[in-house]
């Protein structure tokens, strides 16, 4: 059975830093995302990383701030945050899925229960 275990989530003000970490059990070597959605808006994909490591991806939204790396001994991915902003506050979600493509599309197979990220100003 999957299951998507993240953590790191928290109140930071704005200029902060969090880091984010998933750690799936049940699958390895997948590519790996992270999505976001704040109240009223629609899930917005972020960044994913492929199994190697080697492809990443990052929305406008986030590109320079963000970081996603993962460590395939420890089957853990991370999402470094920094220079965070009030309008990074979402419930931020863990993903996976065998193609890094279909997660750069906004698709997964696998998802995370959230960890909300509060930045305020």
């Known amino acids: 059975q999957v299951r998507m275990v993240e953590s790191g989530g928290g109140s930071v003000q704005a200029g902060g830093s969090l880091r984010l970490t998933c750690a799936p059990s049940?699958?390895?070597?997948?590519?790996m995302g992270w999505f976001r959605q704040a109240p009223g808006k629609e899930r917005e994909g972020i960044s994913c990383i492929d199994f190697s490591g080697a492809q990443t991806y990052y929305s406008d939204s986030v590109k320079g701030r963000f970081t996603i790396s993962r460590d395939n001994a420890k089957n853990t991915v991370y999402l470094q945050m920094n220079s965070l902003k009030p309008e990074d506050t979402a419930m931020y979600y863990c993903a996976a899925d065998t193609t890094w493509a279909t997660l750069v599309a906004g698709r997964a197979g696998y998802w995370g229960q959230g960890t909300q990220v509060t930045v305020s100003s």
């Open positions: 049940g699958l390895s070597l997948y590519a």
